[in-house]
Structure formats: structure tokens, C-alpha cells
């Protein structure tokens, strides 16, 4: 059953194609730095948006024209929703995916119902998997639509409302463990707070770190190998969610015993909410070893919140690729969509727009990234401006050699330092600009 007939499989056509589904920049099987583009990039569709998304917002209702779905929580329409799925990641090239719970099956009058349901998607999605060769990068839980969750998951007030949560992980790893995910995902959707004045930060705290340790042992019991990785946010749904940014969440793994087993799932827009740019989110990652997966979109200047737009900037998708590329690659991680087409791009053929144009331009920056490494100029700039702790002084410094003493003689002899240099940021800019 074909969903989308008028599409065929996109292909790569070149820089001077005018197709718009194709491929300009994306030659999956293309040599860069010696692996191909496919497995650099590894991308994955995400289901929430692309097979439930609905264009609804604050202001009105869903606007999409989705022909396949009868708008139903039955069982029968999640069905068609995987062939629909499916058909679209093929067509798409993209050799993985991602899910919640609950979007891939609908949640039923009890939990014991509910469970039986996603059993039932999940065959559904294995079987595809397996006729297609697509893969499930990850799997997560979604612990923050249901009103139960109002007060958050791990991080309720509600003790039952714990438990719940930890029923609900347990089932959502024990199904990424069966369809081979090769990641299982924290995105901590209501896991902070509203209102200082009602809430015991502690407590909630330690209520986190313990779903996340009942998790890693629960990895073991089942033999689920993949990666753990916590997806950080500053604020929306909560006006603080505990897992604020990259920084915060080393810190809360590191206090609770928790980083050797969890990674960062880094997301551009969650990054911007946060005051950062993506590229300091990474390279704060990546120097301590939990750079794990990204979530590839991008906000709108103009608009403050998690717009979860398409990336098509290639400064953002360069200097992206170019971190991915510093820190070795991914190893379970990808180029994760989580992006939404706009409320007015509410055509199916819309999703295939979408998804080509971040496909490419994430194909874009990557070559731009290897050409810049391959001409080596920011970083031999880099290299030069911190010559002064390669020898003398610096290397007795970064060696322990020295300490407060020494170093007052040192300066004592010398008078004052030497002569400070330019940080050439402009020039370095316009370097930037000689790649794009
Ligand atoms: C929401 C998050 C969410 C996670 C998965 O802002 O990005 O989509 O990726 O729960
Ligand atoms: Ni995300
Ligand atoms: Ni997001």
C-alpha cells in the first residue's frame, strides 16, 4: 500500500539540481574523512512530530491533512500510522527512528491495557524494522501529556504517581531493548518547577536520580546494552526543568553517581532556550565525554519558545557537524529531526520537504566541516594563540609544577607579562565564511 504515490525514493542529484525532493548535498554512500556520509550523520525521523504532529497551538486546532489517519485512538489506526511511517523513512533514505510510548501506541483504561497495546504497535514495529532495515535510535517515555503528571514523574510530589513513572520506563526500555534502540532517551518534560513556594527542590532531586539508577539497574537485569542520555532543557513545559542545560545536567549526574552510565542528548532550540549556542553545548559535552546523540532543529530569533523548526542554516549545521566531527564522531547517536513542519505547511508532501532540506543541509555542513578541518586554519590559530603553556611557565603550570610561590618569583623577576595579541575574531569570522 503505497501512502504518499506521487513520491518516489529520494535521490542525490547534485548542487544543480532544481528537483526540490532531492538530494543537493546528501550522496549517502560519499567518502568524507574516511566514512561515509550515511554513517556520520545517521539520521532518524521522529514520530511524535512527523506522525502526530498536528499543527495545533495555543490559538486553535491541528491543521494537517493527513488522509491515512481516522483521527482515532484505536489500535487499528496506530497500525496504519507504522505502514505510513514506514513508507515515509524509506522514501526518505533515513535509516532510523524515534519514539515515545505514546505515540507509537494509544494509551488504554489501564496501565495493564495500555502495556498490551504498545505490545501490539511493537510487533508491528519490529516487523517493519525488519522488512526495511530501518533502526530505532531511541525510545523514551513520555511522562508529561497525561494530567497525571501534572506535578511531574520522577520529580512528583505524588509517590503512586513515581511508581507509575517507573512502570511506565520499565515497559518503554523492556520495548527500545526489543526492537534493538540503540539509545534510551530522559527528556524530563515536567521534571521541574513552577513555584519555588511548594516545592522541596531535595527531594525532588533525589527522587529523579532514583528512577535514573532504578533504570541503569534495570538495564542490567534485562541485558539492554544501549546508551542512557538525558536530554537537556532550560524551561517549557516548567519555567525550570531541573535538567536546565548541559552544565546542570553533568552536574546532577556526577552528584548522583550517575554519569558513567548517561550521555547528553543535545537539542538545537533547547540550547538557544538556554542561552547558548548549540556549538558551546557540544563542545562543553564533548570535552567530557557525554556528547551521546543531537536533536536537530532550530528555534526562530524572533520567538522565544521551543518552535522545533527545521535546521536549513548551514553556519548552524557546520558549526554543528564540526564539533561532531572534533569529539570523533557519534558512536550510538545520530542526526536526530526533532522538528515540526509549520501549521501551514499542512500537506503530506510538506513532511517530505522538510526532512530533505534538513537531510541536506546537515549533509552541507558536514562537508563544510571536513573542509575547514582539512585546511587546518582555525585550528592552527587556535594551536598558536596557546603556544605560551606549551613550554616555559605554561607547561610548569598545566604540569603542577608550580604554585603561588613560584609564581610571585617568576613575576617578581619578570616585571610584567608578555605582550597580549589580538583574539583576529573578525578574521577568523570571514575564515568561517571562506567554507559556507
Ligand atoms: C521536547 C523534547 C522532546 C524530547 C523527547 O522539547 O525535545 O521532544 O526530545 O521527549
Ligand atoms: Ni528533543
Ligand atoms: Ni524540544
Given at each position: 500500500m503505497a501512502y504518499f504515490p506521487e513520491i518516489s525514493k529520494i535521490q542525490y542529484e547534485g548542487p544543480k539540481s532544481r528537483n526540490p525532493?532531492?538530494?543537493?548535498?546528501?550522496?549517502?554512500?560519499?567518502?568524507?574523512?574516511?566514512?561515509?556520509?550515511?554513517?556520520?550523520?545517521?539520521?532518524?525521523?521522529?514520530?511524535?512530530?512527523?506522525?502526530?504532529?498536528?499543527?495545533?497551538?495555543?490559538?486553535?486546532?491541528?491543521?494537517?491533512?493527513?488522509?491515512?489517519?481516522?483521527?482515532?485512538?484505536?489500535?487499528?489506526?496506530?497500525?496504519?500510522?507504522?505502514?505510513?511511517?514506514?513508507?515515509?523513512?524509506?522514501?526518505?533514505?533515513?535509516?532510523?527512528?524515534?519514539?515515545?510510548?505514546?505515540?507509537?501506541?494509544?494509551?488504554?483504561?489501564?496501565?495493564?491495557?495500555?502495556?498490551?497495546?504498545?505490545?501490539?504497535?511493537?510487533?508491528?514495529?519490529?516487523?517493519?524494522?525488519?522488512?526495511?532495515?530501518?533502526?530505532?535510535?531511541?525510545?523514551?517515555?513520555?511522562?508529561?501529556?497525561?494530567?497525571?503528571?501534572?506535578?511531574?514523574?520522577?520529580?512528583?510530589?505524588?509517590?503512586?504517581?513515581?511508581?507509575?513513572?517507573?512502570?511506565?520506563?520499565?515497559?518503554?526500555?523492556?520495548?527500545?531493548?526489543?526492537?534493538?534502540?540503540?539509545?534510551?532517551?530522559?527528556?524530563?518534560?515536567?521534571?521541574?518547577?513552577?513555584?519555588?513556594?511548594?516545592?522541596?527542590?531535595?527531594?525532588?532531586?533525589?527522587?529523579l536520580a532514583k528512577l535514573l539508577h532504578m533504570a541503569v539497574d534495570y538495564a542490567k537485569k534485562i541485558g539492554f546494552k544501549g546508551q542512557f542520555l538525558i536530554e537537556p532543557k532550560p524551561k517549557e513545559p516548567t519555567k525550570h526543568q531541573y535538567d536546565s542545560d548541559a552544565a546542570a545536567c553533568l552536574n546532577f549526574l556526577r552528584a548522583y553517581d550517575l554519569l558513567p552510565y548517561f550521555k547528553l542528548n543535545l537539542e538545537t532550540n533547547h540550547a538557544t532556550l538556554a542561552g547558548h549556542t548549540m556549538m558551546h553545548e557540544m563542545d562543553y559535552s564533548g570535552m567530557q565525554g557525554v556528547l551521546g546523540s543531537l536533536d536537530a532543529n532550530t528555534g526562530d530569533l524572533l520567538l522565544g519558545w521551543d518552535t522545533d523548526q527545521f535546521p536549513t542554516d548551514y553556519y548552524l549545521t557546520a558549526q554543528t557537524m564540526l564539533m561532531v566531527l572534533k569529539y570523533g564522531g557519534f558512536t550510538t547517536g545520530g542526526v536526530n529531526f526533532d522538528a515540526k513542519v509549520r501549521r501551514e505547511s499542512f500537506e503530506p508532501i510538506d513532511l517530505f520537504h522538510a526532512h530533505v532540506g534538513g537531510m541536506d543541509a546537515f549533509a552541507r555542513g558536514l562537508r563544510i566541516a571536513a573542509e575547514i578541518r582539512k585546511e587546518g586554519l582555525l585550528d592552527s590559530f587556535v594551536k598558536n594563540r596557546y603556544r605560551s603553556w606549551d613550554s616555559g611557565i605554561g607547561a610548569e603550570i598545566e604540569a603542577g609544577k608550580a604554585d603561588f610561590a613560584s609564581l610571585e618569583k617568576y613575576m617578581l623577576e619578570k616585571g610584567e607579562p608578555a605582550a597580549n595579541e589580538s583574539g583576529r575574531q573578525e578574521m577568523l569570522e570571514n575564515i568561517f565564511n571562506l567554507y559556507i
Open positions: 525532493l532531492a538530494f543537493r548535498w546528501y550522496n549517502p554512500d560519499e567518502i568524507i574523512e574516511g566514512k561515509t556520509m550515511k554513517d556520520h550523520l545517521r539520521f532518524s525521523i521522529v514520530y511524535w512530530h512527523t506522525m502526530r504532529g498536528t499543527g495545533s497551538d495555543p490559538f486553535g486546532p491541528g491543521t494537517a491533512v493527513r488522509p491515512w489517519d481516522d483521527g482515532s485512538n484505536s489500535v487499528e489506526n496506530a497500525l496504519k500510522r507504522v505502514e505510513v511511517a514506514f513508507e515515509l523513512f524509506q522514501k526518505l533514505d533515513a535509516p532510523y527512528y524515534a519514539f515515545h510510548d505514546r505515540d507509537v501506541a494509544p494509551e488504554g483504561e489501564s496501565l495493564r491495557e495500555t502495556n498490551a497495546n504498545f505490545d501490539k504497535i511493537a510487533d508491528a514495529l519490529l516487523a517493519h524494522q525488519k522488512g526495511t532495515g530501518v533502526k530505532l535510535l531511541w525510545g523514551t517515555a513520555n511522562m508529561f501529556s497525561n494530567p497525571r503528571f501534572m506535578h511531574g514523574a520522577g520529580t512528583s510530589c505524588n509517590a503512586e504517581v513515581f511508581a507509575y513513572a517507573a512502570a511506565q520506563v520499565k515497559k518503554a526500555m523492556e520495548v527500545t531493548h526489543r526492537l534493538g534502540g540503540e539509545n534510551y532517551v530522559f527528556w524530563g518534560g515536567r521534571e521541574g518547577y513552577q513555584c519555588l513556594y511548594n516545592t522541596d527542590m531535595k527531594r525532588e532531586l533525589d527522587h
